[in-house]
């Protein structure tokens, strides 16, 4: 099958790389999902009630201000209508203070998620590379630490994209991970690997 943890299976080039792109997709999908809710559902909930509260707290203030002023005469419309939206714009600027405060307080949770999705992926990914280099015969101290240095190094950086493209930093981590790629590079290009079409069909 070619998707297994027994590390004694085999695995051809065609089923080493379905599980690659298998595992990425499941837990860049889990990575991306962690991110959105710690920095944009849960500040957003939270911020939302309060720029709602800042505004009716900022209107109510405003409108008996005006009251007083008017010496109990009514208020236009365009009166009411500019009180509003003084009121909405300081609602607006609370809520986005209250977002960003509570994304820094969800900051940590996001990266202890995004180190599991990223351990998760790392160990999945490493039984693939372990069974690959199994069936190509790379064997040694050598190419144990070169192919799972290498899928550690993708799984991460791979678990951390949402993070790097949040900073602005992805293009920097991206030259660095393409290192992991030439280190991984061999298990996709050496060895004929005997289980190529038998691992294809999941047999």
Known sequence: MIFSLNLTKPLGRIGYLANLIFFGVV????????HYLMTVKFPENGAHHEAEVAAQTAYA????????????????????????AEAT???????EEAHHHAAETWAPFQIFLLI?????????????????MNDAGLHGTLWLAVGHIG????????AFLPYFEAAGTTRNWLTATSVAGVLILPLLLLGAGKHDSHDAHGH
């Open 27 to 34: 837990f860049s999908a889990f990575a991306w999902g962690a």
């Open 61 to 84: 203030t405003s409108l008996t201000k005006a009251k007083k002023a008017a010496a109990g005469k009514a208020l236009s419309a365009e009166e009411t209508a500019k009180l509003k």
């Open 89 to 95: 714009e300081v609602g607006n600027k609370k809520g």
């Open 116 to 132: 599991l999705v990223a351990v998760f992926f790392g160990g999945f990914a490493s039984v693939a590379t372990q069974r690959r």
């Open 151 to 158: 899928t550690w190094g993708l799984a991460a950086f791979l």
